[in-house]
């Protein structure tokens, strides 16, 4: 399968620029790999897109070409990590709190407001006591924070990888790989090497815009 011989060419590319790259999932046709490193995205940035591939497989007992494509998609991991919240991000407002009835109101200004500016969050706490009710709404607003933060990154994620997938046109493709010439083409630079053996071994930097990476 040409997804097997295009993820062994990631792999290599990365090794050979001295990046951690680590098989994170894999199923029949889907290949997920995490590559770490400095100028990681820079490396990667010219992958994104469909690539095609073009051969006659050893089984083909008529010689028929074949073409596959293998759809690529690069994109930056975030880390999941909470964030407190700034004191100058907060708005506290206390009022008297409220018991169960009207004998056991509590006259003192204990419950607290607390609002998240820049998000528009709330939590209101209404305890008998005003410094247990800021501990607790400063828990609970900074997990609603950080639970809004990782939905907007997830959405953001999603959006930029239909972005790079496209719809499956195969006048989409960036690049081809033909095996029958020896030939590697990339058609958006349109550079061109008759080493595709060179490519195999990870040295995708020939398809760059003046060899770089």
Same mark, same amino acid.
Request: no cysteine; charged share 35%; aromatic share 8%.
């Given at each position: 399968?040409?997804? %097997? %011989?295009?993820?062994? #060419?990631?792999?290599k590319y990365a090794v050979t620029l001295n990046f951690k790259a680590t098989l994170l999932h894999t199923s029949y046709g889907h290949v997920i790999a995490k590559v770490t490193g400095t100028n990681v995205g820079s490396a990667f940035q010219h992958e994104s897109g469909q690539h095609c591939c073009q051969r006659v497989p050893e089984t083909e007992v008529k010689g028929r070409r074949h073409t596959s494509f293998v759809k690529v998609g690069v994109l930056p991991i975030q880390e999941a990590? +909470?964030?407190?919240? !700034? +004191?100058?991000? !907060? =708005?506290?407002t206390t009022q008297n709190g409220h018991g169960p009835?009207?004998?056991?109101?509590? $006259?003192? =200004?204990s419950a607290v407001r607390m609002k998240h500016k820049p998000t528009g969050l709330i939590v209101f706490i209404n305890g008998r006591d005003q410094h247990s009710n800021r501990r607790e709404a400063r828990k609970i607003l900074t997990a609603?924070?950080?639970?809004?933060? $990782?939905? =907007?990154?997830? @959405? +953001?994620? @999603?959006k930029n990888r239909r972005l790079q997938m496209g719809d499956g046109n195969r006048g989409e493709k960036i690049r081809t790989y033909n095996f029958i010439l020896n030939r590697a083409v990339d058609h958006r630079y349109g #550079? $061109?090497?008759?080493?595709?053996?060179?490519i195999l071994k990870g =040295? !995708?930097?020939?398809?760059h815009p003046q060899g770089s990476n």
């Open positions: 399968m040409f997804v %097997d %011989d295009l993820f062994s #060419i990631y792999m990590t +909470d964030e407190a919240l !700034l +004191d100058s991000d !907060l =708005e506290v009835g009207g004998q056991h109101q509590n $006259k003192t =200004e609603r924070v950080n639970e809004l933060r $990782k939905s =907007e990154r997830d @959405a +953001d994620y @999603a #550079i $061109k090497t008759g080493n595709l053996k060179a =040295e !995708l930097w020939l398809l």
